[in-house]
């Protein structure tokens, strides 16, 4: 198996200078020399005296850090979610938001959380159910445009119909079953703002597991792009690939949603200009999407949390206000869609 | 509860006959806080709503439509929560105010329960319905009261009193609003250094100081973290670990505590993190001072 050892490699770099400098941006000032003190003093390398509030020290290892990391992860997911989704459907145009799945699992973690209000299981719950969701919506969507032979039409619409269902039913839970819907409403905005290290503890093992099967299943990828007919001739087993990317990238999007809520367009774009950078190679697409999709959402992050200081802004309003523009300028600029 | 409305209804009776009588031009008065001598309404009253536009009342109200919950709260304060015959879904003070036909929500109304009703008046705190309300000739009150401060609260029991003709009930109540502000402000010693609050709603959203939440904490001479936000808006967690609140009011401690971000943050290494038990504090009525009084039970011990 061919990995693009060198592209990975310089993207990862890339991305680690991002969230090193995310982490040394933020409302409150806190110079790169005094995180690099913070961050030494911590890790007990060198013996230096302590110059600082003990505020930066919980602002830079409880605040900063988790909530890079979880925008990091969740990106990561969303972003490979979206191309496999696209390599299964056979469509660019494949998102986890687009199809519904997303608005699947947002509809059952609506479920538990107007149900079990005050279950203290309700963290660990949250990544199931939101999986449950998940799983039910892409099967429907799948088994409904396979029905069509695989029409594009019949995709999309049938995305729409399942992602307008699910949300009447969120709205209607929102509405009826609890009178204080506020936490339910910022959640579903998608946001960071309360990004701790547990969640990332519960989603983040999902998350890696599932980005690794991608990339191990990336040439399958390639090869489920051909017909059914030239699959089978080939000695693959199309249907059990095709169940494996379903289960998987469902874990994927539910682990992202999760915490995180409904954020827009990353699963979309970044399989987008990585097609347009390095071509339709699902080898290559996989890694460098999922960590191009870690970058896109650590800097919207960074963007949601100081531009209106002291305020934040839910980074899926970011995401959809700046992804979509871009997202029909590669539309109008690409002549064919590498795919 | 009756006895108010035979004594309402009489005086209306004599109102009618003396008009008749007299056949004097009807003053008119704009002015709510007007230090009338005469107990009585005189009728017809022009009341200015929050689009400038007068609303003319010829006769102390019977029968009334009210879309908020501050409104109900001091209508039935007054006695004349009796008259009202709808109201919304949210009410939960006082008690009778469960009984009370429901006729919307925040996001819809029922035109046609309102109209069956055939309300003298609808009262509305935002205007969405308005025009729905106007086209099926009903009399509107809109008051926009979400940017409410206290001077607001005594106007709008005044405004009810005139409105249901309980002038009277109304005077004494807003006496015993103000006199309760009093005595919170003689309470405080204004040359203290204030404590720093930190108001959480849910999820870190927060008021500002243009808010009436903003103002309560200016009376209790405590300061707000969030003083440069307008309106609500969601404070980052950075910035309220640095601005180290002493106290934290918030409906899910969970979320200070089970975060260790925070522990370093004053109100929760003092344990000064609470949650207030009534919602007095949220409605704009005759309950408010009683939600300040807790609020600043919590803050100061001997109060």
Known sequence: MIFPWKNTILSLIVMLAIMVTSISIGPVNISPIEILKIVTYKLQLIQIEKSWPESFE???????????????????????????????????????YLLGIASGAALSVTIVMTQFQNSHLITNIIPISAFSGAIVCVSITYYISAKQHGSVNTLILSGIAIASITQACTSFLMLYSNPDLRPLLSWILGGFASAEWSQILIIGPYILISTGISISLSKYFNLIQLNEEQAQQLGLNTSKIKLIIIINSSINTAAAVSFAGIIGFVGLICPHIIRNLFGGDYRNLIPLSGILGASLLIVSDTISRTILNPVEIPVGILTALFGGPFFLYLLAKTKKILY | ?????????????????????????????????????????????????????????????????????????????????????????????????????????????????????????????????????????????????????????????????????????????????????????????????????????TDLWTSGPNTLMGEVLELLNLSNIAHDISGYAQLSPEIIIERNPDFIITPNPKTFLDNPAFKEVSAIKNKQIFTLKSDALSVAGPRFPEGINELASLIYPEW
């Open chain 1, 58 to 96: 919980s602002i830079i290892f409880n605040i900063r850090m988790p909530r890079v990391l979880l925008a990091g992860v969740v990106g990561l997911a969303l972003s490979i979610s979206g191309a496999s989704y696209q390599a299964l459907f056979k469509n660019p145009l494949a998102d986890p």
């Open chain 2, 1 to 201: 509860m009756n006895k108010i409305s035979i004594k309402t209804i009489m005086f209306f009776i004599l109102l009618i006959t003396t008009n008749i009588a007299c056949n004097s031009i009807t003053p008119t008065d704009n002015n709510l806080n007007s230090n009338r001598s005469s107990e009585q309404t005189k009728y017809p009253i022009d009341i200015l709503d929050s689009n400038e536009e007068n609303i003319r009342i010829y006769e102390p109200v019977q029968k009334m439509i009210v879309l908020d919950s501050a409104a109900v709260e001091i209508l039935f304060a007054i006695g004349e929560g009796d008259k009202i015959v709808g109201t919304h879904s949210f009410i939960s003070h006082p008690e009778e105010a469960k009984q009370i036909a429901k006729v919307g929500d925040a996001f819809s109304i029922n035109i046609e329960k309102i109209i069956e009703q055939e309300p003298d008046l609808v009262y509305i705190f935002f205007d969405k319905f308005a025009e729905e309300l106007n086209k099926n000739n009903l009399k509107v009150l809109y008051i926009k009261t979400l940017e409410n401060n206290f001077s607001n609260i005594s106007d709008q029991i005044l405004m009810w009193g005139k409105i249901t003709n309980s002038t009277n009930e109304a005077k004494k109540l807003t006496q015993q609003f103000n006199n309760q502000i009093e005595t919170i402000k003689s309470k405080i010693n204004y040359n203290n250094e204030s404590p720093k609050i930190f108001i959480d709603t």
